[in-house]
Nanobody, 126 residues
Framework: QVRVVESGGGLVQEGASVKLSCVAS????????MGWFRQAPGKEREFVAF????????NYADSVRGRFTISRDNSRNTAYLQMNTLHVEDTATYFC???????????????????WGQGTRLTVSS
């Protein structure tokens, strides 16, 4: 059984830093691409970042590039999202997603992922 569990959200001030974690268990032979998406209240889910299995391919949404850093530890089946210089507009529920593909595709699209977590909420106050 595959489980994807995010953690690390909360309430922070504008300009603060937060690190999200995502553990993906039960994916055989191991999680492929791992991605982060977010959904703000009243808005559609949007791509934030992804990292390939080997870590050699990384992509970010323009809105977070230079402020967010995605990484992973395959020995722990875990991905991280380090978020710096947070803006009020970063307020959202952040979802982690993965699949069993070790080859990179158009992984900015939500449809490329088979397994999703329940999300962790981040609120950035001014």
């Amino acid at each position: 059984q595959v489980r994807v569990v995010e953690s690390g959200g909360g309430l922070v001030q504008e300009g603060a830093s937060v690190k999200l974690s995502c553990v993906a268990s039960g994916v055989t032979p191991g999680p492929g691409t791992m991605g982060w998406f977010r959904q703000a209240p009243g808005k559609e889910r949007e791509f934030v970042a992804f990292i390939s299995r080997g870590g050699s391919t990384i992509n970010y949404a323009d809105s977070v590039r230079g402020r967010f850093t995605i990484s992973r530890d395959n020995s722990r089946n875990t991905a991280y999202l380090q978020m710096n210089t947070l803006h009020v507009e970063d307020t959202a529920t952040y979802f982690c997603a993965t699949n069993s593909r070790w080859a990179v595709g158009d992984d900015t699209r939500a449809s490329m992922y088979d397994y999703w977590g329940q999300g962790t909420r981040l609120t950035v106050s001014s």
